[in-house]
C-alpha cells in the first residue's frame, strides 16, 4: 500500500480523487466500529453504517465539527465541497457537497499519513452521529 500511497501527490491530486479515497477510508473505519460493537449479521451492519456514511450524516457531521478543523484542514474541506461534482438523487446538493468535501478532508489526511488527526476526527464524527 505504501507504494501506491507514496506516488499521490498532493499537490496536484484532484480534490475528487481525494473524496474517492477518503469514502472508502472513513467506509472501513465505520464498517470496523461497528463490527467492534456487535457480531451482527453483515446485512444489520451495513444498514447501521448508512446512518454514518451517507450524505445526509456526513453534512450534519461537518456541520458539528467545522469549528475543531484547522485552518488547513478547512480549506481542504471547502476546496472539496467547492468542486464540480454530479449529485446525488438521494441527497440535496448541499448535503453532497459537504459530504464531499468531508470525503476530501478525511483522504486527504490518510494519504498525509496525518493518521492520529484522522482517527481524532473519525471519533468526534462517530460520537456525533451515536447522539442521535
Known amino acids: 500500500m505504501e507504494k501506491y500511497i507514496k506516488n499521490i501527490d498532493l499537490q496536484t491530486v484532484s480534490m475528487q480523487t481525494l473524496a474517492f ?3 472508502a477510508v472513513y467506509n472501513i473505519y465505520i464498517r470496523c466500529y461497528l463490527a467492534s460493537r456487535s457480531n451482527a449479521k453483515t446485512g444489520f451492519l451495513h444498514k447501521q453504517s448508512i446512518r454514518f456514511v451517507s450524505a445526509k450524516s456526513q453534512s450534519r457531521t461537518m456541520d458539528a465539527i467545522i469549528e475543531k478543523l484547522t485552518n488547513e484542514e478547512v480549506d481542504i474541506y ?3 465541497r467547492n468542486t464540480n461534482i454530479i449529485t446525488s438523487k ?7 457537497k459537504k459530504a464531499t468535501g468531508f470525503e476530501a478532508l ?4 490518510y494519504i498525509d499519513k496525518q ?3 484522522l482517527e481524532e476526527i473519525i471519533k468526534i464524527c462517530i ?3 451515536d447522539k442521535e
Open 21 to 23: 479515497i477518503g469514502d
Open 78 to 80: 471547502k476546496r472539496g
Open 90 to 96: 438521494h441527497a440535496e446538493t448541499i448535503e453532497y
Open 106 to 109: 478525511i483522504g486527504y489526511l
Open 115 to 117: 493518521n492520529e488527526r
Open 127 to 129: 460520537d456525533e452521529i
